[in-house]
């Protein structure tokens, strides 16, 4: 079974920054599209960025976008999310998901076509 484990939420400052790791095993995910979705508490998960299989594409949200930047390792089978400038509606709980089609040449924001999913990892940003 494939597995997907997000690292790397905090405790953070309004304007402060964090980086969030999704390590895969199990399965080589190198041609999937990629993504980060997240959940405040009573809200529906929604999307924050995703990246293609060949890391040359990538799609934000409207309130990621400029903030976040989304990568990928290949190699180690690992994605990123770079966040800047944090503020206190970035707080959730973000999961890691991977598609489960390959080689996907459309951007990867639609949520059904996620097969994989992490367990999440918690982001508070607080003063």
């Known amino acids: 079974q494939a597995h997907l484990v997000e690292s790397g939420g905090e405790l953070v400052q309004p304007g402060g920054s964090l980086t969030l790791a999704c390590a895969a095993s199990?399965?080589?995910?190198?041609?999937?599209?990629m993504g980060w979705f997240r959940q405040a508490p009573g809200e529906e998960r929604e999307f924050v960025a995703a990246?293609?299989?060949?890391?040359?594409?990538?799609y934000y949200s409207d309130s990621a976008l400029g903030r976040f930047t989304i990568s990928r390792d290949n190699a180690k089978n690992t994605m990123y999310l770079r966040m800047n400038n944090l503020k206190p509606e970035d707080t959730a709980v973000y999961y890691c998901?991977?598609?489960?089609?390959?080689?996907?040449?459309?951007?990867?924001?639609?949520?059904?076509?996620?097969?994989?999913w992490g367990q999440g990892t918690q982001v508070t940003v607080s003063s």
């Open positions: 998901a991977a598609e489960g089609r390959t080689f996907a040449r459309g951007l990867g924001y639609v949520t059904e076509l996620y097969d994989y």
């Open positions: 990246i293609s299989w060949s890391g040359e594409k990538t």
């Open positions: 199990g399965r080589d995910f190198s041609s999937n599209t």
